[in-house]
C-alpha cells in the first residue's frame, strides 16, 4: 500500500502538469478554429475615388487577402427611388466606388489601426471604416481567455513541479542506503541515481498513458454524449496521436530536470 501511495504521489502531481500540457493543446486547437470563422467574418469597408486593385491594396498593407467590389447599381436603386434616369445616372457617376476588404489573420486591434493608416495614407482611398468598437471587444475577451489559461496553467505546472521534486526527496531517503554503498565502491554520482531515474520514467510512462486514456474516453465517450455543439464540432481536435509523443516528451523532461535537482542539491549533503 505505502509503495502504490508512494508513486501516486509522483504521477499525479505530473499527470496535472500533463493534463494542463493537453487541455492547452485542445484550447489551441479548437480556438484556431474559432479565430478562423471570426477571421472569415470579419471585413472591412474601404471607400476610394477611382477603381483600386486587390494587387494595390496588399501593396499597401500585406494582411489584405481579398477585397469584393461593392455594386454601385445596386446602392443608387435604393436611394434613387423615383428619380429620373438621366439624375439616377448622375448620381451614379458622382457616387465614390465601395470594396469589402478581408484580412489574412485574426489581428490585434494595434495592427487594425495600423492597416486602416496604411490604407488611407494612399491619396486615391478616402476613407476605411474598420468597425473596431466590435472587433476589440471580442478580440480583448478572446486574448483575456487565452491569457487566463496560460496563467493557470503555468501556476499549476510550478505547483506539480515542486510537489514532484519533494517526492523525489522522499525517494531518495528510501534508497540512500544503497546509492551509499555504491559510493563507497566509486560510482559516480549519477550511476548512484540510476534507481532513481528509472523509478520517474517508469512513472512518466505511466502518467502518460492515463493522461492519454482520460483524453480519448473525452474524444470518443463524453464528447458524443455531453450534447455540447462545440465539442462535436471540434471532435477531431480534442485528442490526437501525435500527443501522446508531445505528452511522454514534457513528462520526462519534468522528471529529469526533478531527478537532476534532487540529486546535485544533496550531493554536498551526502559528502
Known sequence: MKFIKNHLMFILPLMAILLGVEFYLVFDRTTDSYEQGLKDGYSMLVVTQKPVSLEKLQSLNKHVSSSVKIKRETIVKEIAKGVSESSTQEILTSLPH???????????TSELDEIK?????????????????????????????????????????????????????????????????????????MLRSGI???????????????????FVYIKFVWATHSGIDIMRQNQDELFRISDIMMLLLVALVIVIIAVTTVVWTSKGVEE
Open 196 to 214: 532513481l531515474f528509472r523509478v520517474a520514467i517508469i512513472d512518466a510512462l505511466l502518467a502518460t498513458l492515463f493522461t492519454s486514456i482520460f
Open 117 to 189: 493608416e496604411n490604407l488611407e495614407s494612399d491619396t486615391a482611398i478616402k476613407s476605411v471604416e474598420t468597425f473596431g468598437s466590435s472587433y476589440s471587444s471580442s478580440y480583448r475577451l478572446f486574448s483575456f481567455i487565452k491569457l487566463s489559461l496560460k496563467i493557470f496553467i503555468g501556476f499549476m505546472g510550478l505547483v506539480s513541479l515542486l510537489l514532484i521534486i519533494k517526492q523525489m526527496e522522499i525517494w531518495r531517503f528510501t534508497h540512500l542506503q544503497r546509492m551509499q554503498v555504491m559510493e563507497i565502491f566509486g560510482a559516480p554520482l
Open 98 to 108: 465601395f470594396y469589402t476588404v478581408r484580412l489574412d489573420a485574426y489581428i490585434a
